[in-house]
């Protein structure tokens, strides 16, 4: 396993004001980029041109936090402090769908491989299903407490998610049936998933400045970082092998190959804070910074 820090084309783009808070961020038809604004309640459309758009929802304080193309051509996003799961059509229209209790706090959010969309619900130790047209199931987790964070579809048609507090990753059917996989090591805290080009789940372990591979077996391996510090947040899978994340306390972004040797890139801009990452199609990076700006890197 190597480390290697190396120079590359980084780019920022101005999205929004630096109190709006660029959380999550996805890729969009014709070359777009959907971000949520978590402390403006917004969402934003960046063109390829660069022209960004803000689309204000009902609430400015819902918090909306992760998004993801959804089966239907909309973009569907967490809501995650008014515990509604939200919906934005290409054109800026939304709406959203309440959850049946309060206090669930929602956070990731995935499309299925049954058309339907699947989050986690950080306070109830639940995953959800939502339908197109808003109908919700929720599905109870065998943990108290573990704060179920990020959802990603998985190779083996079930649901991957990372559980925050209990060091762990889980796995929900679509008809939901639940298997949890500890972790090696203590205080991971794992945040970020994504499901890898090698057919594995990767993830990211803020807690101990790790990213782990999973099989969907249970074969776990983790790969520590140069900084044990650096808090890694999100991960996005790179089609040409290996995946992307951000490093929030370290302000860079990495690459991790399957076999553990990492790239690190720095930011630009001191304290940018990269919280969410995805790939384009036409294989640029992009990292949602909490001051305000989404930035490109060029591979």
């Known amino acids: 396993m190597t480390h290697h820090a190396r120079a590359r084309t980084v780019l920022e783009h101005p999205l929004a004001a630096r109190d709006a808070g660029p959380y999550g961020v996805t890729g969009g038809e014709g070359g777009s980029l959907w971000a949520t604004l978590v402390h403006h309640g917004q969402i934003a459309r960046m063109a390829p041109d660069g022209a960004a758009t803000l689309y204000p929802l009902d609430s400015a304080t819902c918090g909306p936090s992760l998004i993801t193309p959804g ?5 569907w996003f967490t809501r995650t402090q008014d515990d509604r799961i939200g919906r934005i059509t290409a ?4 709406g959203s769908f309440a959850l049946p209790a309060p ?12 058309g339907a969309l699947w989050f986690t619900e950080m306070n109830t ?15 109870p987790l065998p943990t108290r407490g573990g704060l179920p964070s990020v959802i990603t579809a998985g190779p083996d048609g079930a649901l991957w998610f990372t559980l925050n507090q209990a060091d762990a990753v889980g796995r929900i059917t679509v008809d939901g049936m639940v298997t949890v996989h500890a972790l090696p090591t203590g205080g991971a805290a794992p945040v970020g998933i994504t499901a890898g080009a090698d057919g594995a789940l990767w993830f990211v372990e803020i807690g101990a400045g790790q990213v782990g591979r999973l099989t969907v077996d249970g074969d776990v391996r983790e790969f520590p970082l140069p900084r044990r ?26 690459h991790v190959t399957a076999e553990g040797d990492i790239d690190l890139v720095d930011l630009p801009t001191p304290d940018s804070e990269p919280h969410g990452i995805a790939v384009t199609a036409d294989g640029a990076v992009w990292a949602a ?3 305000g700006n989404l930035v490109r890197l060029a591979t």
């Open 71 to 75: 089966p239907d051509g909309a973009f």
């Open 91 to 94: 054109d800026g229209e939304a």
């Open 103 to 114: 206090g669930a706090r929602p956070f990731g959010i995935t499309a299925g491989p049954d």
């Open 125 to 139: 130790d639940r995953v959800g299903r939502v339908t197109t047209d808003g109908e919700i199931t929720e599905f």
């Open 229 to 254: 510090d650096a808090r890694p947040h999100a991960i996005a899978a790179d089609p040409a092998g290996g995946c992307w994340f951000t490093e929030w306390g370290a302000n860079r972004i990495g």
């Open 289 to 291: 910074l909490e001051n």
